[in-house]
């Protein structure tokens, strides 16, 4: 069973950048996608990014192009989301989480497509 940890999640101001951490347990995580997601109250969770286990394929959602980067570490099972030029918009919990399907090529982060799901990471962007 997939199990994800989020963290390095916080408070920054409009500008600033954070570094987002996941440690992935459960799977062989070298042959499957990972994507990134958030959630505000009231609302869907939205796909942000993701990463091809391969890494030769990356997505990113319009609203962080540009901004973000995701990245792997297939060697120690860890995906990172680097956050640049955050903005209060950015506000939301974070969370990680990986597509089941073994060796899939890729797949965009659209959360239906994705399991394993954490208790996320709180990100907090203040004007």
């Known amino acids: 069973q997939v199990q994800v940890v989020e963290s390095g999640g916080g408070m920054v101001q409009t500008g600033g950048s954070l570094r987002l951490s996941c440690l992935v347990s459960?799977?062989?995580?070298?042959?499957?996608?990972m994507g990134w997601f958030r959630q505000t109250p009231g609302k869907e969770r939205e796909g942000v990014a993701s990463?091809?286990?391969?890494?030769?394929?990356?997505y990113y959602s319009d609203s962080v192009k540009g901004r973000f980067t995701i990245s792997r570490d297939n060697a120690k099972n860890m995906l990172y989301l680097q956050m640049n030029s955050l903005k209060p918009e950015d506000t939301a919990i974070y969370y990680c989480?990986?597509?089941?399907?073994?060796?899939?090529?890729?797949?965009?982060?659209?959360?239906?497509?994705?399991?394993?799901w954490g208790q996320g990471t709180q990100v907090t962007v203040s004007s």
């Open positions: 459960g799977l062989t995580f070298d042959e499957h996608t």
């Open positions: 990463i091809a286990w391969t890494e030769t394929a990356t």
């Open positions: 989480a990986a597509d089941p399907i073994w060796k899939r090529w890729f797949v965009p982060p659209v959360p239906p497509a994705f399991s394993g």
